[in-house]
């Protein structure tokens, strides 16, 4: 009895152990006899990870978080056991982002290169603020906003939208509805009177379409004519009469050749006589600058009155001589014949 | 009613200052190892191997329940291997221990408070004693070791009957694969969760034998004497789960960080 209660005792204890070992390790995914393989990352905040959370590479469970421990300079030490086999798949530079996976609070490492990092500027700067602080094999990590980030902004955006709905409804109070309903008014005035302008000038509209129909029809002649035009100026080429006038054309550049010709010695001997125009009127302005200063008998004249008065008095003189003359020619005259 | 306050006042203290006592005693009877020595595998067979059935029994129909309640609550948006995290940790955390811990309050307390008793009562305690046997190296330390080691063990497998059997009720009554299941159930899973059930269950165990022990030695008054101590022991054992539930909780799980 005593060694049958021992047995069975024991046989409970060894199978509580049993199961309580076995179970913990299958539940949470330990290996054992694997060489695995387990790598630091340096992080600023880890988000909602926990121990135990999955590793993962490009979508496959590698491993589980095994630690995660406080660093000095405010950093977090998250340590990733991995099987040994990813040891050789990982990248050549790897990030490990902490990931929210689901809306429970469910959280995961995607380990991925460094330059497959999305293109959200805070991701990169905490990878490129732990890759400055990581040591030996640690990698940089980066944590991606979780849910609860994203409905706070989302509820940021929310009140924004809110304060500027209040500020629309506050601008478009009761006065500025019944100004944008008088100004729809107006404007469904003013289509009607444009649409009674239009109706009014459709007739118009309709003779200026025909009146174009018709310089339509005449341009058409006149095309028509041209196109005849055309055909007699072929024909007269065909039969030379343009060579003629062409011949004539020489003939007409050919005196109009001659004639310039004509023209330039013209030209040139008018050069001549305007030099020599201008030497006589520059010999007569000396002339009359000389008579103007008084120089010579004609300057004399035009500044001495003395001249004037004798020969005035020479004139009387010569007039009482002519009259003395008439009166007595036998005083001055003898006429003989022998 | 002042002189009843009185006395319940001063019963109160004589009842830790008895109880004082008493723990003087087993602590003293520890060392006579050749008396509880053998006697120890015998309590682990009656208050441990024993009480698998009735274990067994409560956590499976533990397991049931928690599976259609966990996919009753956890509707529409919440995921259904939820049920699988739901069931596993409610069972290693916390119903597994406690109502393990109930059941065998009534089965193995009330049983040692009943046996010890009415050997008080029949002076088989005094005929110990004039035998020179120790009656705390006698009869309390193997029972109090009996509930200490085989508790832990009758809870570890009421643990895996309740997963088992919300395992099974989940994947053949709900509409939820296998493996929604066990990814539910090990994606929080930590191992610190069956340790942590499995410290409160030794604990349990520990109180419960120990509160058995003392009120079945402190039995007075025949057999009306030996079934105040039998119900006494139950109501004590079982305000002492919830309240060493309590205690664990607030120990380690406030700080208990990652």
């Known amino acids: ?338 | 009613m002042v002189t009843s306050l009185g006395r319940r006042s001063i019963g109160l203290v004589t009842g830790f200052g008895q109880f004082g006592r008493f723990l003087g005693n087993v602590a003293r009877a520890l060392p006579d190892v050749r008396t509880w020595g053998g006697l120890t595998a015998q309590q682990m067979r009656r208050l441990g191997v024993d009480s698998l059935p009735i274990a067994l029994f409560i956590a499976a129909f533990t397991g049931i329940v928690l599976a259609l309640l966990a996919s009753y609550v956890m509707t529409g948006a919440v995921p259904p291997y939820l049920v699988g995290t739901l069931v596993t940790k409610t069972i290693t955390m916390e119903l597994g221990p406690v109502l393990t811990g109930l059941a065998l309050a009534g089965r193995v307390g009330a049983n040692i408070a009943a046996e010890l008793g009415t050997m008080r009562v029949t002076e088989q305690v005094d005929a110990l004693e004039t035998l020179a046997y120790n009656p705390y190296a006698f009869l309390v330390i193997p029972r109090v070791l009996a509930g200490l080691v085989m508790f832990p063990v009758v809870v570890a497998f009421a643990m895996g009957m309740g997963i088992f059997t919300g395992w099974l009720t989940a994947t053949n009554l709900l509409p939820i694969t296998n493996a929604e299941f066990m990814r539910g159930a090990r994606l929080f899973f930590m191992p610190f969760d069956v340790w942590y059930g499995l410290l409160k269950s030794a604990s349990f165990g520990f109180v419960i034998t120990l509160i058995g022990c003392h009120l079945g030695l402190a039995t007075r008054g025949g057999a009306e004497g030996v079934g105040r101590a039998t119900t006494r022991t139950v109501v004590y054992s079982a305000e002492m789960i919830l309240v060493l539930d309590a205690y664990w909780a607030v120990t380690l799980l406030r700080g208990h960080f990652q």
């Open chain 1, 1 to 338: 009895m005593k060694r049958s209660n021992e047995a069975l005792v024991g046989v409970s204890v060894l199978l509580a152990i049993a199961l309580v070992i076995a179970g913990s390790v299958w539940l949470s995914q330990q290996r054992f006899g694997g060489s695995d393989i387990t790598r630091n990352v340096r992080v600023r905040s880890i988000g909602g990870l926990m121990v135990g959370d999955p590793v993962l590479l490009r979508g496959v469970g590698i491993g589980r978080v095994e630690r995660i421990e406080l660093s000095a300079n405010d950093w977090v030490v998250v340590s990733l056991r991995m099987r040994g086999a990813a040891r050789s798949l990982l990248p050549q530079h790897p990030v490990a982002l902490f990931v929210p996976t689901t809306l429970f609070g469910d959280w995961s490492v995607q380990l991925s290169s460094v330059d497959a990092l999305p293109a959200d500027p805070t991701v990169r700067r905490q990878v490129a603020d732990a890759q400055r602080a990581t040591h030996g094999s640690e990698m940089p990590g980066a944590v991606l906003p979780d849910v609860g980030q994203l409905t706070a902004q989302a509820s940021r955006i929310a009140s924004d939208i809110a304060v500027i709905s209040s500020r629309v409804s506050s601008a478009f109070d009761s006065a500025s509805t019944v100004r944008l309903r008088n100004a729809f008014r107006d404007l469904s005035r003013l289509s009607q009177v444009l649409r009674v302008i239009a109706q009014g000038q459709e007739s118009t509209l309709v003779k200026i379409g025909g009146n174009l129909d018709t310089g339509t029809t005449l341009l058409a002649q006149s095309a028509a004519s041209i196109a005849r035009a055309a055909g007699r100026v072929d024909s007269a080429t065909s039969r030379g009469q343009l060579q003629r006038i062409l011949s004539h054309t020489d003939t007409i550049t050919s005196d109009l050749t001659a004639v310039s010709s004509d023209l330039r010695g013209l030209a040139g001997a008018a050069a001549s006589q305007q030099q020599a125009l201008a030497s006589i009127i520059a010999r007569t302005d000396s002339i009359v600058g000389r008579i103007a200063a008084g120089q010579g008998t004609l300057g004399k004249l035009t500044r001495d009155t003395t001249l004037y008065t004798e020969s005035l008095q020479a004139v009387r003189a010569l007039r009482l001589l002519l009259e003395d003359v008439q009166k007595n020619p036998r005083r001055y005259f003898q006429f003989s014949v022998f």
